[in-house]
Every structure is written in structure tokens, then in C-alpha cells.
């Protein structure tokens, strides 16, 4: 099975825990940390913006990020939301084994 780390920014921490809540319960994610109080320094529609937002980290199967991409574009106030993946090419058997039986 191919387990996947998801990256996703919120504009603040109440955002955050919805959008982790959300995953959560609806078994697409395993595990969701909260990183608060983030600086993000980005171009948006041609001009260099900065924000403070809150970083997302989601476990998960590679299998289940389409329906989570969609859910976290159901939850998020932005119009573009990093909903970025990378895989997990190596990780403990038995915390694997725990995201498998969760999501």
C-alpha cells in the first residue's frame, strides 16, 4: 500500500481544525498536525502577498487523495488551497500498519 504525507495551509487555526476534523471523521486521514502562527511569502494574481496561516500535515493512503482533495476544497475559505502530496518512501511497520486500519 502506498502511504502519502499532505500538505494543506489555512488561514487561521479555526479553519485548521475544521478542515482536520473533517478529514478525520470522514476516514481520510489517519493523523492531521496543526502547526500554527506559519509566515507564508507567496505571488498571488501577479503580485508577491504575504499571510499568516496555520500548516496541515495529513496522513494518509495515496488511494485516498482525490476524495480528501475534494473535501478539503468543500471545507477551505481559499479559491486555490495547497492540497500538495508527497509519498512516504520509508516509515515504521506498525505506525503504516495504523494508518491501513484507519483510513
Excluded at 488511494?63 to 509519498?87: N, Q, W
Amino acid at each position: 500500500m502506498n502511504y502519502i504525507v499532505v500538505f494543506i495551509t489555512a488561514s487561521s487555526q479555526e479553519e485548521a481544525e475544521r478542515i482536520a476534523d473533517g478529514l478525520v471523521d470522514s476516514k481520510l486521514a489517519a493523523c492531521v498536525n496543526i502547526i500554527p502562527n506559519i509566515k507564508s511569502i507567496f505571488m498571488w494574481q501577479g503580485k508577491k502577498d504575504t499571510a499568516s496561516e496555520c500548516l496541515l500535515i495529513v496522513k494518509t493512503k495515496q488511494a485516498c487523495f482525490g476524495r480528501l482533495k475534494k473535501k478539503v476544497r468543500e471545507l477551505h475559505s481559499y479559491d486555490t488551497p495547497e492540497i500538495i502530496a508527497m509519498p512516504i518512501s520509508e516509515g515504521d511497520k506498525d505506525y503504516l500498519n495504523w494508518i491501513e486500519d484507519t483510513v
